[in-house]
């Protein structure tokens, strides 16, 4: 998995490319809390490379979600696509997050 993080539009941008699973979800929640150090408050992530997610890249995802809410912060989701975003809408992912076609969507609603 590689994980890609940027600032823009005043939120913190983490692409996720491969797969996210319990041996790769520390490289994720590693660059989250660089910036979360760093007192941002707005996440988007974008999963249109992520290919594979498991129950352990559900819970990285979800204690980012947590660490932001309790900042007074929110995490967005974009580009679910295909298997992704099937297991996102069985597990409930999607009524705990906003999910926003693209980024330039997510990013209007800061």
Known sequence: MDVVSRKEGGAFIIEI???MDASTVND????CNKWLEDGEKQMLI???GLK???SGGLRGILEVGKKLKNR???LRLCQLD??????????????????FDTIEDALEEL
Do not use: K, W
């Not at 994720?28 to 660059?31: A, L, P």
């Not at 295909?82 to 999910?99: H, K, L, N, R």
């Open 52 to 54: 594979y997610i498991s």
């Open 82 to 99: 295909g298997m992704v975003q099937e297991v996102f809408e069985i597990s409930g992912f999607t009524d705990i997050f906003p999910v």
């Open 72 to 74: 007074g912060g929110a």
């Open 17 to 19: 490319l491969g797969r």
């Open 28 to 31: 994720f929640e590693t660059e």
């Open 46 to 48: 974008d999963f249109a």
